[in-house]
């Protein structure tokens, strides 16, 4: 599919809109010559997502608190390790992390099949040298943002990256399934390139997200799905971006609800 990249400019007060619908064709619509089987495989593949109702519902005594106290990392859990003021998560679990992290990083590494959850309860992270959040691997990731909190991402203007690699380029990068969720806020500072990038699907599910950055706001692969939030994108490129460019069945944007300014 394409390249579909949306820039709004204004704001938009509420968004009741499919860009791209998951319908799939009745019997009565084929005998008509209304549609094809192409189009409805197509229509029926988008309606895949990877979001399941257990994404949003975990212990609370299985949470495990993570707290950054500015250049250095507190935790006490197999699933992660600290070195300096990198903090690497290499288990599926469900992480609170709290406190200021300056010029740190938060990297989920995991092979694990499980959700892993990063709960940004109070959470500064910035980083001057790469995405201050990079999703490494992982099956799929739930950022939630805690009720009643602020949370910033920061990254610097130039990145420090491996020899030939183009990755990461966002502030809030992730090379798995991710979704967006809660009633706190989220501030995205992308001065590198892009504000909040997935290279699977991507799920804004609620929250109140402002990203600023100096490519592409909020951008998605296979897929990018607005079930609600509060929205606010200050982009040179795209507001919201969805680029999937090797299958026709992917590449979508697909916005249900929410109040937006792009």
Known sequence: MNNRGILFFGSWIA???MLTTCEVATEEDQEDGKTDGTTDTVNAANCANHEEASDYVWESLSVIPITLNGTSITENTDGASVSGSKLTITAAG???????LTDGQ???N?????VVRLILNGANISCSSSAPVYI????KVIIVLADNTENYITDGTSYSLASGSAEPNAALFSKANLTLYGKGSLTVTGKYNDGITSKDGLIVKSGTISVTSADDGIRGKDYLIVRDGNITVTSTGDGLVS????????????????????
């Open 110 to 114: 995991t092979t694990d099949k499980a």
């Open 15 to 17: 968004i009741v809109a």
């Open 243 to 262: 680029d999937n460019t090797d299958d026709a069945t992917k590449g979508y944007i697909s916005i249900d609800t929410g109040v937006m300014n792009i």
């Open 94 to 100: 469900t992480y609170s992390l709290t406190g200021p």
């Open 136 to 139: 490494s691997s992982a099956e």
């Open 106 to 108: 938060i990297i989920v």
